[in-house]
C-alpha cells in the first residue's frame, strides 16, 4: 500500500497485473522514464482493465506505458487508464496523466445482446454509477502521452460500441488535454464511431451529450 501524499517510483520492467488506486495524494511514475516500466496485466484475470483510479483525489500518474495482454476478450469494456468517482459521486479530483504511452487496447462487439462495448486509452467516466446519479470533478490533467492502436468494432447490432483515445464524460470542470500525440483510433474499417479525443457534457438525469470532438 501507497500512503497518502506518496511517490512510488517503479523500477524497469514489465508488470502482469492490474494496478487499483484508492488512496489519496499518491504519485505513481517510472524510475527511469516512458517506455522503461511496462504495465501489462492479463485481460481476463484483471477484469479487462490495467490502471483504475478508484474515487480518490490529487492522484499523478507518470511516465507508464500501459496496455493489455493477450487474449483480449470480445463483448466487454476495456481500458488502459480509468478515472471513476467515489461511493458517494464524488472525484477523482485534480488527476494527472502525463509522459505515458498507452497502446494496444482492442474489443470487439460479437453479440447483438451484449451491449455497447468500449476500447479506451485515457478515460474519466462519470456516468451515474454504484446507484448514485451523475458525478462531478475537478481538474483533469492530460499531457505528454502518446495514445495509440486503440480498436473497436461491432458485428452485432448495437451500434454504439467504439473506440476512444481520449475521453472525458461528465461534468468535469477544468479539463486540460495538451501536447498528447493520438494516432490510429479506431483503424479498423469496421471499427463503430472512432474517437481520438471527446469530451461530453452530462444532463442532470445522466444523459450524455457531445460537447466537443477532436480527432
Same mark, same amino acid.
Given at each position: 500500500?501507497?500512503?497518502?501524499?506518496?511517490?512510488?517510483?517503479? @523500477?524497469?520492467?514489465? +508488470?502482469? !497485473?492490474?494496478?487499483?488506486?484508492?488512496?489519496?495524494? %499518491?504519485?505513481?511514475?517510472?524510475?527511469?522514464?516512458?517506455? *522503461? #516500466?511496462?504495465?501489462?496485466?492479463?485481460?481476463?484475470?484483471?477484469?479487462?482493465?490495467?490502471? &483504475?483510479?478508484?474515487? %480518490?483525489?490529487?492522484?499523478?500518474?507518470?511516465?507508464?506505458?500501459?496496455?493489455?495482454?493477450?487474449?483480449?476478450?470480445?463483448?466487454?469494456?476495456? +481500458?488502459?487508464?480509468?478515472?471513476?468517482?467515489?461511493?458517494?459521486?464524488?472525484?477523482?479530483?485534480? &488527476? #494527472?496523466?502525463?509522459?505515458?504511452?498507452?497502446?494496444?487496447?482492442?474489443?470487439?462487439?460479437?453479440?447483438?445482446?451484449?451491449?455497447?462495448?468500449?476500447?479506451?486509452?485515457? %478515460?474519466?467516466?462519470?456516468?451515474?454509477? @454504484?446507484?448514485?446519479?451523475? *458525478?462531478?470533478?475537478?481538474?483533469? %490533467?492530460?499531457?505528454?502521452? !502518446?495514445?495509440?492502436?486503440?480498436?473497436?468494432?461491432?458485428?452485432?447490432?448495437?451500434?454504439?460500441?467504439? *473506440?476512444?483515445?481520449?475521453?472525458?464524460?461528465?461534468?468535469?470542470?477544468?479539463?486540460?488535454?495538451?501536447?498528447?500525440?493520438?494516432?490510429?483510433?479506431?483503424?479498423?474499417?469496421?471499427?463503430?464511431?472512432?474517437?481520438?479525443?471527446?469530451?461530453?457534457?452530462?444532463?442532470?438525469?445522466?444523459?450524455?451529450?457531445?460537447?466537443?470532438?477532436?480527432?
Amino acid at each position: 500500500d501507497i500512503p497518502s501524499d506518496g511517490v512510488l517510483l517503479v @523500477r524497469d520492467g514489465t +508488470y502482469n !497485473e492490474a494496478v487499483t488506486v484508492d488512496t489519496s495524494g %499518491v504519485k505513481i511514475a517510472s524510475k527511469n522514464g516512458t517506455g *522503461a #516500466t511496462e504495465l501489462v496485466p492479463n485481460p481476463v484475470a484483471d477484469n479487462n482493465k490495467a490502471l &483504475l483510479i478508484d474515487g %480518490v483525489d490529487d492522484v499523478t500518474v507518470d511516465g507508464l506505458r500501459v496496455s493489455l495482454g493477450a487474449p483480449q476478450p470480445d463483448n466487454s469494456e476495456k +481500458y488502459a487508464i480509468r478515472g471513476r468517482p467515489d461511493g458517494s459521486g464524488d472525484g477523482p479530483n485534480n &488527476l #494527472t496523466v502525463r509522459n505515458c504511452l498507452v497502446e494496444n487496447i482492442t474489443s470487439e462487439d460479437v453479440s447483438s445482446n451484449s451491449g455497447a462495448v468500449r476500447a479506451a486509452g485515457i %478515460v474519466i467516466d462519470l456516468e451515474p454509477t @454504484r446507484g448514485l446519479g451523475p *458525478a462531478t470533478m475537478t481538474n483533469f %490533467v492530460v499531457e505528454n502521452n !502518446e495514445i495509440r492502436d486503440i480498436t473497436c468494432t461491432s458485428t452485432g447490432s448495437n451500434g454504439d460500441s467504439r *473506440a476512444k483515445g481520449i475521453g472525458a464524460n461528465g461534468d468535469v470542470d477544468g479539463a486540460s488535454v495538451v501536447r498528447n500525440v493520438v494516432k490510429n483510433i479506431g483503424q479498423d474499417p469496421e471499427t463503430d464511431k472512432p474517437r481520438g479525443i471527446t469530451l461530453t457534457e452530462q444532463s442532470s438525469t445522466g444523459t450524455n451529450k457531445g460537447a466537443g470532438t477532436t480527432n
